[in-house]
């Protein structure tokens, strides 16, 4: 069981930092909170935010299984997971906004 709920942990942050460095690219912002692109600053907070979080999502995978199923694994999982960030910007990229809690903290 706990295995599981490593690589639920692993899928689930392999979605946040896919969903993460999607946010760090100038047409997805615009999707997302419909302002000026990204200040350099927070372009490179979100792709290091983007970056830790898909190395997160293998470290949770290598510690659920050996390493060539753990790679396999993450690799699946990066895969569902831009795809799945990629359904959420086609579909409701504002659902995305949630991931900007200091844009929310700052406007209110």
Request: charged letters at 10%; glycine letters at 4%.
């Amino acid at each position: 069981m706990p295995d599981a709920l490593l690589l639920i942990a692993a899928l689930f942050s392999a979605c946040l930092g896919m969903a993460w460095l999607a946010l760090a690219m100038d047409v997805h912002w615009k999707q997302v909170c419909g302002s000026a692109p990204p200040s350099p600053l927070v372009a490179k907070l979100l792709r290091g935010l983007g970056f830790a979080t898909l190395l997160a999502a293998l470290l949770l995978c290598l510690a659920a299984d050996t390493a060539t199923m753990a790679v396999l694994v993450w690799m699946m999982a990066l895969a569902v997971a831009a795809v799945t960030v990629a359904f959420v910007l086609s579909w409701r990229p504002r659902l995305l906004a949630v991931l900007l809690l200091w844009r929310r903290s700052a406007a209110g």
